[in-house]
């Protein structure tokens, strides 16, 4: 978790530093359905890389957005959900939708 002093004055800032990039914005997506292993993960998300996911689920977690919970299975599983924290942006990430969905509208209009 980022600590006060390395935290920007900007609060836009700050959102954006925890959860300003394509893949972080898409897992966050994903973990508002359900929980999900890597590899559903993985699967979902088409072109990120293995590095770039565990990155990003690693920096989650360390910024009290997301849970590692290791399953007891054989082989040995994990699986990522979202904290009380990560739940909070489920409202953002709402806005978005519907923002896209506006802006898509939108541009419909402009085809031949």
Request: aromatic share 6%; glycine share 6%; charged share 30%.
């Amino acid at each position: 978790m980022l600590s006060k002093k390395d935290l920007p004055d900007c609060p836009v800032a700050t959102t954006v530093d925890l959860i300003g990039s394509k893949w972080k914005l898409l897992i966050l997506r994903d973990l508002l359905n359900k929980p999900c292993r890597f590899q559903e993960l993985k699967r979902d998300l088409d072109g990120i890389s293995h590095k770039v996911l565990t990155a990003s689920l690693r920096s989650m977690e360390n910024d009290g957005l997301v849970k590692r919970t290791t399953l007891r299975t054989i082989p040995v599983g994990v699986e990522y959900s979202l904290t009380e924290l990560g739940e909070s942006m489920r409202e953002i990430l709402f806005s978005m939708q519907n923002w896209g969905l506006k802006y898509r509208e939108l541009h419909k209009k402009d085809e031949p």
